[in-house]
């Protein structure tokens, strides 16, 4: 015989435990508190009688005194047996528990942290009503039966789980910091843009992926920033949700080099051979960056994937200024720190071009681009 429905099994076990009719059933069902835990609507009820009365688990006891709902049924001899095996089985089956807040917390590093924070607020303000409601219907009953207690006691656990862990949860998102490049290292990333200064860069870590060409018309560059960006929140979602470590995604940067450094300044770009990179922290380890990019693979074909690569640069001594404007405007600042600025400080190329493009290009007018020019150097 098919297996009953939890619905089917509760209105069962009602009529077990004597003749009812539809009405006595929702008043039944509503003061145990029955729908904290078992989807069942008061036209259910008829719905679920029917079916049982069809499958002969069932039976009326006589005819309507006035319409439907006065009709008094009670379980037959196989409603009695199948409902002693089917609660033989509740008792002792684990039956997983699917949770959709969990989907929402798999997904909730693609959301603004407030959105995050409003939903979980959200979340155990209606936990709590919950909780208060089952209690005030529990004290209403009061004294009640073991079996009916041992229910409310079962409900009030997994709703003060639940209230704990959302509890536990929206702290930690309030509470977490995230770590941002551009704050920890302020003075890498907010240069002045009337002068340039001389900065030491600490060993910094990177995922990075190399070319050659022209970046305006070359698909090799654009498949390697689209790879670079796929990899990048890869490791922010997998570093929240398995480290419980947040940060932000520092801008895309780029190491420029070529044979000839004046082709910058002339602007051949098809000469220029290039290693695009987004920052890491340190603790984003090589073998996490091998899962985001495989990851990643899985969902989309991207032949720059492959490509990326953890890397880790060191710079020392550099000079940086930030241009604002076009990034073709950038050749009177280069000329002036290649031709001007580098030899009267007594200073020479000591490591590839490097800008930080703080701006985002699809958004931002070109005459509005913020990028950071960055040259290491050594006494000449």
């Known amino acids: 015989m098919a297996a009953l429905t939890d619905g089917e099994l509760t209105v069962l076990g009602l009529l077990v435990e004597q003749p009812r009719h539809g009405y006595e059933l929702e008043r039944v069902i509503e003061e145990r508190g029955v729908r904290a835990w078992t989807a069942l609507g008061f036209s259910s009820i008829y719905y679920v009688l029917d079916k049982l009365a069809k499958r002969g688990l069932i039976e009326a006891t006589g005819a309507p005194s006035s319409g439907k709902s006065r009709t008094t049924f009670r379980a037959t001899v196989s409603g009695r047996e199948l409902c002693a095996a089917a609660t033989r089985d509740a008792l002792t089956t684990l039956t997983p528990t699917h949770a959709r807040v969990l989907i929402g917390m798999a997904n909730s590093p693609g959301l603004p942290d407030a959105d995050v924070v409003t939903g979980l607020t959200k979340r155990l303000d209606a936990l709590r009503d919950q909780f208060a ?93 689209e790879a670079l960006y796929g990899v990048a929140y890869a490791l922010k979602f997998a570093s929240k949700n398995t480290l419980g470590r947040d940060f932000v995604v520092g801008p895309l940067e780029g190491l420029w080099r070529a044979d000839d450094p004046s082709v910058f300044v002339t602007r051949r770009k098809e000469t220029w051979e290039w290693t695009m990179m987004i920052s890491q922290p340190d603790w984003i380890a090589d073998d996490m960056v091998k899962a985001a990019v495989d990851n990643v693979a899985r969902k989309k074909e991207n032949p720059a994937l492959g490509d990326i690569r953890p890397h880790t640069l060191v710079e020392g001594t550099c000079v940086q200024i930030l241009h604002i404007g076009s990034y073709d405007d950038e050749t009177p600042t280069l000329d002036r720190l290649h031709n001007h600025y580098l030899p009267d400080n007594g200073l020479t190329f000591n490591g590839d071009h490097h800008e930080i493009y703080l701006s985002d290009a699809r958004r931002t007018a070109p005459a509005k681009l913020k990028t950071i020019l960055r040259q290491p150097v050594k006494p000449a």
Do not use: H
């Not at 079962?154 to 910091?177: N, V």
């Not at 001389?198 to 654009?222: F, H, M, Q």
């Open 133 to 225: 409601d089952v209690r005030a219907t529990r004290a209403r009953q009061a004294p009640l039966p073991t079996a009916a207690s041992a229910i409310f006691d079962y409900s009030e656990a997994m709703l003060a789980a639940d209230i704990s862990w959302t509890e536990t949860t929206l702290a930690r998102e309030t509470a977490m910091d995230k770590y941002d490049i551009k704050k920890v290292r302020r003075a890498l990333y907010s240069p002045p843009s009337k002068e340039f200064t001389v900065v030491d860069v600490p060993e910094l870590r990177y995922i990075a992926v190399d070319g050659r060409g022209d970046p305006n018309t070359s698909p090799a560059y654009a498949n390697a920033i």
